[in-house]
């Protein structure tokens, strides 16, 4: 059984920068396509990112294109997601999504079959 877990998440001022990361354990990690989500109180799930399996294809959602980087280290397997210039609207729990998948890019959370707990970021303004 696939497991997930966050860490990273805190409380920063607008403008600052947090990583994120998410330690996989359980499958091959090399595998599975990663992605990053978030959830704002009262908001439905949102796609932040997604990598493939060794790192070749990214993709991003819109409102963190140019902010925010995900990256991932199969040595480690750990997915990393470095959030940059951070603004107010980027509050939310994030979580961490693996797919057993043949498509490299997937961004609805439909797609995935394992999810961590998630991680509490706070930005400040």
């Known amino acids: 059984q696939v497991q997930l877990v966050e860490s990273g998440g805190g409380l920063v001022q607008a403008g600052e920068s947090l990583r994120l990361s998410c330690a996989f354990s359980?499958?091959?990690?090399?595998?599975?396509?990663m992605g990053w989500f978030r959830q704002a109180p009262g908001k439905e799930r949102q796609f932040v990112a997604t990598?493939?399996?060794?790192?070749?294809?990214?993709y991003y959602g819109d409102s963190v294109k140019g902010r925010f980087t995900i990256s991932r280290d199969n040595a480690k397997n750990t997915v990393y997601l470095q959030m940059d210039s951070l603004k107010s609207e980027d509050t939310a729990i994030y979580y961490c999504?693996?797919?057993?998948?043949?498509?490299?890019?997937?961004?609805?959370?439909?797609?995935?079959?394992?999810w961590g707990q998630g991680t509490q970021v706070t930005v400040s303004s």
């Open positions: 990598i493939s399996w060794k790192g070749g294809s990214l």
């Open positions: 999504a693996a797919a057993d998948a043949v498509h490299p890019i997937l961004v609805r959370h439909e797609e995935y079959d394992y």
């Open positions: 359980g499958r091959t990690f090399a595998t599975y396509v």
